[in-house]
């Protein structure tokens, strides 16, 4: 019976060893909202997220989605290594004219499996901003 005991004993403590060398994925983003601040309508509306792999495993990135149409994400394509960097390429669609609020979230085999990301800003339409500016310094003027 002390055998066993004993047996069980090492046993877990060598799960235990083998659990702590686990090597894992880990994501960090140099930043996790982006603001595209007031843009006009139609200009580029692609921008960057930047990330590393500060983990000891490579990182596979499974999925990137939005919470709209409006917003296309492109993640890449192969694992990236330990101390290896890579980008999420965000494409917002500036033909509309409103307020960007939008969420993208991120998948992968990392510490944290799913991160959120933001973007955010203003799309105006200069010709409709001219006309309102014109209306009001006109009332101002009377």
């Given amino acids: 019976m002390k055998k066993l005991v004993i047996m069980l004993c090492v046993a877990f403590l060598s799960v ?4 702590q ?6 994501i960090e983003f140099k930043t996790d909202v982006i603001d595209y601040g007031t843009i006009e309508k139609g200009s580029n509306g692609v921008r960057v997220f930047e990330f590393t792999n500060t ?9 990137v989605k939005s919470t709209c149409g ?9 694992p990236i290594l ?7 390429e965000v494409k917002y669609d500036t033909n509309r004219v409103n307020p960007i609020r939008k969420t993208i979230t ?9 991160v959120a990301l933001k973007i955010k800003g203003l799309v105006i339409d200069p010709s409709k901003t ?5 209306k009001n310094k006109s009332v101002m003027e009377q």
């Fill in 130 to 134: 001219n006309v309102l500016e014109k």
């Fill in 21 to 26: 060398d686990k090597k894992v994925a880990k």
């Fill in 82 to 88: 330990p101390g290896e960097s890579g980008e999420i």
């Fill in 55 to 63: 983990g000891d495993a490579p990182l596979i990135i499974s999925n």
């Fill in 70 to 78: 409006c917003t296309v994400p492109k993640k890449p394509d192969g």
């Fill in 106 to 114: 991120v998948t992968s085999n990392a510490e944290t499996p799913t």
């Fill in 16 to 19: 235990g060893a083998f659990a």
